[in-house]
């Protein structure tokens, strides 16, 4: 197994009439992907897209203070992880 590639170990079913599944299909031949591929890959897409859309956190007063405090705090260093997340592109840019 590639080093880089995670073990799927959970399973998603769902069900889907005829066309449906069709439909699902031919996108997925379309695209050169097996179903489960497709529809994995377009579900998390789409999963990407409402969650990034989301406008409102709401946080009790700890956290409140803790994210401005946070926000408030100049870096220390260079964080290759925040470098990273503002480099690769959105699930609205994929």
Do not use: G
Not at 15 to 44: G, M, N, P, W
Not at 50 to 69: A, G, H, P, Q, Y
Not at 85 to 91: F, I, N, W
């Amino acid at each position: 197994m590639n080093a880089t590639k995670s073990r799927k170990e959970d399973r998603i079913e769902l069900r889907a009439t005829a066309a449906q599944k069709r439909i699902l299909q031919e996108a997925a031949d379309a695209t050169h992907a097996d179903l489960s591929q497709f529809v994995l890959r377009a579900s998390l897409t789409e999963a990407e897209i409402i969650l990034s859309s989301r406008s409102l956190f709401v946080l009790d007063d700890d956290k409140w203070n803790r994210l401005t405090e946070m926000l408030d705090t100049p870096a220390a260093a260079p964080n290759a992880a925040l470098k990273e997340l503002l480099t690769e592109p959105s699930a609205l840019e994929r």
